[in-house]
């Protein structure tokens, strides 16, 4: 029987199921990161059709503690002023955009100062009390891009290609559990620690195995969706003090599943692959460049190197600048 | 030999397939030019043409092929020659889990490394991988020569029921129902002649020093 489930995972599993793309340039500069995860994307977009999304690090240039918010806001009167008046009370707004989207709502984006990262997690549920409201992210270090629809058709609508940064990762979604709407495209993120994101392809198996210990710790789940399990789970290590390879290394112990998860840190990228390997993930190290996707193709976008390497079962690989 | 190259820039998978199929009742030799690592080349071509693959190629490159002989230049995705059943697949650089997963007869041929499950349920035909090979290396073989002359990792022949793994470097752990036996002069010769065929060039003791992984009878 578990011969059947593993062939069942190997043969759907490897075909279909989301797509997850990471670059980062080791010179440590800002380069047109928005622009290479656009193209790997796009290179992956069979993969998930139904939302996709970015976090591009090194793309914000705040001062300390401050904040760039993304919520979704559905086009119904009053409801984006009661928002900017409840923000009003938190921090001033510093700078504000609201983009159109698409679903009936839009997205508002803008710039909040608060005195410190502790304050971010109560601001968020404080927004998410509000009616016709949904927080997308808050980020201090990188801009989260993500909607329902097409890669093509949101980077247009976001401008993704003109974000420079120095890395970032990136997810088309093939949804297999949950809502497919905004909230739900990937990157996730904790506020167990600032800047963490993670992108996913696979499901986890021993799910509560993994929530239950982290709500007993006060960790706070937003969702029943495995990737945000994962990003809290990430968080949670690192801020234990693991280095990121090694809370990947923990990663492929811990968590059961077929999986290829990706993770973002205001300094990296890393991926882990589950132990026996039912989810694909290839990666290249140039002079330049760190990059990893799932597969081929989308290392091309970014690279002429043939070097592609296959990421073993179990294995973990991490770049931080 | 009449020579046709399809520029694939652009191309959707199926309108590849198409072109492939159409062109091999005019020439006896495809020139596949900028693949962008596409899914399912040749998927179930059955004619008897040279293929060239100038590039990398994604998942099932050559799929239920049977008859033609295809050579890519670059890499190639999960599952290579997946359930072929007769012909040549050459691929010069690295592949990705389960190379010639399911084969029934002709030959699977990666020059570099590859992922995991090589040659994962293959019931005939010949897998030769020039490099190393990953986690359960002839998952539930049913058939054919597997020859890795690389390192394998772990679980190799992991519940093999027939066929034989000959594995040149070295064998991390067996899997259940493999055992390792020494070869016999007859397989040395039969290694010789296959990897001779396709340009392999191994020292004459090297052949003495091949692993032969069978079922446990």
Sequence with gaps: ?321 | MKEYVIDANGMEEKELNRTIKEQTKYHDKLIIDNPDSKHNICAGLTEDVEIEINGSAGYFVGTMAHGPRIHITGNAGWFAGDNMTEGELIIEGTAGDGAGQGIYGGTVIVKGNVGSRTGEIMKGGTVIIGGNSGFMTGLLMMGGKLIILGDVTEDVGESIMRGTIFVLGNVKSLGKNAVMEKTTSEDQKELQEVLAEYGFELADEDYANFKKIVNMQ
């Excluded at chain 1, 409801?79 to 989207?101: A, G, V, W």
């Excluded at chain 1, 990136?170 to 949950?178: D, L, V």
């Design chain 1, 1 to 321: 029987m578990a011969y059947v489930r593993v062939f069942t995972d190997h043969f759907i599993g490897g075909r279909k199921m989301c797509g997850i793309a990471g670059v980062i340039y080791k010179d440590k500069k800002t380069h047109p990161v928005g622009e290479a995860l656009t193209s790997m994307l796009e290179s992956l977009q069979h993969r998930g059709p139904d939302s996709a999304g970015y976090a591009i690090y090194g793309s914000l240039d705040f001062p300390k503690n401050y904040y760039q918010l993304n919520i979704e806001v559905k086009r119904k009167r009053g409801t984006l002023d009661n928002l900017k008046s409840l923000l009003n009370q938190i921090s001033p707004i510093f700078e504000e955009q609201l983009i159109e989207s698409v679903g009936g709502s839009d997205i508002y984006k803008c710039k909040i100062a608060l005195d410190e990262f502790s304050l971010l997690k109560p601001c968020i549920n404080e927004i998410d009390d509000l009616e016709n409201v949904r927080f997308i992210n808050g980020s201090h270090s990188f801009e989260m891009i993500k909607d329902t629809g097409k890669v093509k058709d949101i980077a247009e609508r976001f401008d993704v290609p003109s974000r420079m940064g120095t890395h970032g990762i990136g997810h088309t979604r093939f949804a297999t559990e949950s809502g497919v709407d905004r909230y739900h495209a990937h990157p996730y993120q904790s506020y167990i620690i600032p800047d963490i994101t993670v992108v996913h392809n696979g499901q986890i198996t021993n799910y509560w195995k993994i929530r239950d210990p982290l709500e007993r710790k006060g960790h706070t789940f937003e969702s029943f969706n495995d990737t945000e399990c994962i990003v809290h789970y990430m968080a949670d290590k690192l801020n234990q003090g693991y280095k990121l390879e090694e809370a990947l290394d923990q990663a492929v112990i811990d968590l059961d599943g077929p999986f290829s998860i990706l993770v973002g840190t205001p300094n990296g990228i890393g991926i882990a692959k589950d132990k026996l390997g039912l989810r694909p993930g290839v990666m290249v190290e140039t002079d330049e460049i760190f990059a990893v996707a799932s597969e081929e193709m989308a290392l091309h976008d970014v690279t002429d190197s043939d070097e592609i390497e296959q990421i073993a079962p179990g294995e973990t690989r991490a770049y931080t600048i």
